[in-house]
Every structure is written in structure tokens, then in C-alpha cells.
T-cell receptor, first 113, second 109 residues
Framework: DVKVTQSSRYLVKRTGEKVFLECVQDMDHENMFWYRQDPGLGLRLIYFSYDVKMKEKGDIPEGYSVSREKKERFSLILESASTNQTSMYLC????????????FGQGTRLTVV | GEDVEQSLFLSVREGDSSVINCTYTDSSSTYLYWYKQEPGAGLQLLTYIFSNMDMKQDQRLTVLLNKKDKHLSLRIADTQTGDSAIYFCAEGSSYKLIFGSGTRLLVRP
């Protein structure tokens, strides 16, 4: 079974903290994605990566950065957490070519206080 | 730009059919998808349709695609209480997906 694992289910952080959300996939997928999910807004793409050390901005990259040093791991970084970054964060991965399916992790619910 | 729209809520009685609708804007999408999200869980791919197809059937699920109107629908036959979830429509390729806001399906006993 394909597995996409996010390091935490729930996180509570203080305003101004640097926050790391980690995601690991075990299927040797080229593509990895970070989305945030907010009620009534669906999933919005923050960043994606199509190869190691490669990254592309999604629709809402402001306030976030990412790191992909190894193929299986994609990290989302909140440089200075703010309350408007309280959300559900979903990581996903997919094959580079041919396969249409994206596999999702279980999500990390981040609360910034 | 790219946009995917869905209604936010649908309520049906157990045993009835459910139809969830979606409109999209990007006519160059390779695939169109339906994902299901159960409470507290990530998204799970239910089914997808290649953009040159009109219909796809998979057990209780039927996907209809009208490319001219950029309209996608998901029909669930004999809806069960276990089908209660949020259903997301998405367009794109394996490279990038654009999601709708999700339709919350409530199945009443």
C-alpha cells in the first residue's frame, strides 16, 4: 500500500514560532504537494515539488517555504507562525508521469495561538 | 485562472441515489477526479475520468463528463450511511491538481 505519512496529527504553536511540518512517502513518487484545507475554501495549493531540490509556488505561498532534500521527504516551513495560518495541512504525492492518482496523508491540524 | 466549483451541501435518504455536481474552467485538464474525505482523515481517490471520456462506471459510482459545458458529476447509487463524507472534485494532471471547495454529503437513515 502507498503510504504518505505526516509527522503530527495535531500541533499547537505560538505566534512567531518557526514551525516544521514533515511528510514522508514510500512509493518513490517524483511529485509532492502541500495543501491547506479551510472550511468553504476546499484545498488550496501552497507549494509543490517535482524533483529533489526543485520547488514551485502554488496559489498561496506567502508565509511558507518548503524543503525537499530527499525524494521521499517534503517539509513545509512556517517561518514565523501567525494565527491566520491555523488550518488543516495536507501532504500528497504522485508519480511523475502516467499515473493520475495523488495519495494523501492524514493531515496535520495546526493551531497557532 | 483555473477554478473548480461545487455546491457545499447535499442531503439524501439512505437507499436513494446521490448526485454531486461540479463545474471547472480549465479545458486543458488531462483528468478529472472525485476524492472522498471522511471525518478526521485525509483525501482518498474515489474515481477519475480521462478528459476524452464521457462516462465511467465503477460499481455504485457513475461519473459523467460534459466537456462542452465543463461539467462533471458523480452519481452514487443506493447511498449508504457510510457514504456520508465530503466529496471533492478536482481537475488537472498528475503534476498539479486544482480542487473544489467540497460537497458535504449527509445520508439520513
Amino acid at each position: 500500500d502507498v503510504k504518505v505519512t505526516q509527522s503530527s496529527r495535531y500541533l499547537v504553536k505560538r505566534t512567531g514560532e518557526k514551525v516544521f511540518l514533515e511528510c514522508v512517502q514510500d512509493m518513490d513518487h517524483e511529485n509532492m504537494f502541500w495543501y491547506r484545507q479551510d472550511p468553504g475554501l476546499g484545498l488550496r495549493l501552497i507549494y509543490f515539488s517535482y524533483d529533489v531540490k526543485m520547488k514551485e509556488k502554488g496559489d498561496i505561498p506567502e508565509g511558507y517555504s518548503v524543503s525537499r532534500e530527499k525524494k521521499e521527504r517534503f517539509s513545509l516551513i512556517l517561518e514565523s507562525a501567525s494565527t491566520n495560518q491555523t488550518s488543516m495541512y495536507l501532504c500528497a504525492s504522485s508519480m511523475g508521469q502516467g499515473g493520475p492518482e495523488a495519495f494523501f496523508g492524514q493531515g496535520t491540524r495546526l493551531t497557532v495561538v | 485562472g483555473e477554478d473548480v466549483e461545487q455546491s457545499l451541501f447535499l442531503s439524501v435518504r439512505e437507499g436513494d441515489s446521490s448526485v454531486i455536481n461540479c463545474t471547472y474552467t480549465d479545458s486543458s485538464s488531462t483528468y478529472l477526479y472525485w476524492y472522498k474525505q471522511e471525518p478526521g482523515a485525509g483525501l482518498q481517490l474515489l474515481t477519475y475520468i480521462f478528459s476524452n471520456m464521457d462516462m465511467k462506471q465503477d460499481q455504485r459510482l457513475t461519473v459523467l463528463l460534459n466537456k462542452k459545458d465543463k461539467h462533471l458529476s458523480l452519481r452514487i447509487a443506493d447511498t449508504q450511511t457510510g457514504d456520508s463524507a465530503i466529496y471533492f472534485c478536482a481537475e488537472g494532471s498528475s503534476y498539479k491538481l486544482i480542487f473544489g471547495s467540497g460537497t458535504r454529503l449527509l445520508v439520513r437513515p
